[in-house]
């Protein structure tokens, strides 16, 4: 509901689920693409008509998988510990006991569910029925969620500044970002990346 309120509101939206089991792949044992993999391929791609299916050997981090979104909306469902702001679903007050910190902007799930327990607030965070109430819930992430950086990417050759579209820069920049974030040490942050590389 979330999405399609904020698709109607003329956004694009990507979501990024995480799979909390043990050994799980979305790859079928014994097709084609499992079988390149078991061969030693890092990647592999699956193409068809109507859908590309990207799979890589690891798991990425979030800030890679970010990286690659161009849409204006990420939503990161099952995405523990991740320090981004953040919808509690529970069940329970041990499960929003568990699981609220200082990123969580609304509660919903069964706890918020129409005419369930009567608690409409637990420290100050509302609990909404996001099946019912998701304008409600878009309203707060569009006033409370901080808005996305957007990039200039300037590259040249030689000297000569190669042409890139918005979309590009954005995605240029964007891979570099999850990159230096997933180094050993961490990137400093700053406004500007300047990044020199010499062909010999």
């Given amino acids: 509901m979330i999405v ?8 694009s939206v990507g979501t990024v689920k995480s799979i909390h089991k043990e050994g799980f792949s979305i790859d079928a044992p014994g097709s084609n693409t499992h079988r390149h993999r078991m061969a030693g391929a890092r990647m592999v791609t699956a193409l068809s008509d109507g859908e590309t299916s990207v799979m890589m050997e690891g798991r990425a981090s979030y800030e890679q998988i970010l990286s690659w979104y161009d849409t204006d909306w990420v939503i990161l469902e099952g995405a523990r ?4 702001p953040r919808i509690v679903c529970a069940r ?6 568990e699981r609220f910190d200082e990123h969580t902007f609304a509660i919903c799930g069964p706890i918020a569910d ?8 637990w420290r100050g965070v509302p609990l909404l029925d ?4 998701y304008r409600e819930v878009v309203d707060l992430a569009e006033k409370l969620v901080p808005k996305a950086h957007n990039y ?3 590259i040249t050759i030689d000297g ?3 042409a890139m579209n918005p979309f590009t820069q954005e995605f240029v920049a964007r891979t570099i970002a999850g990159m230096l974030s997933s180094l050993k040490d ?8 300047h990044i020199e590389i010499r062909r010999f």
């Fill in 160 to 162: 000569v500044r190669v």
């Fill in 92 to 97: 329970t007050q041990a499960d929003v006991e």
């Fill in 130 to 133: 996001a099946r019912v109430h």
């Fill in 186 to 193: 961490g990137s400093p942050e700053g406004d500007e990346v």
């Fill in 81 to 84: 510990g991740v320090a981004c």
């Fill in 4 to 11: 399609a309120e904020l698709v109607r509101r003329g956004y």
């Fill in 114 to 121: 129409e005419g369930g327990g009567g608690i409409t607030h």
């Fill in 152 to 154: 200039e990417t300037v």
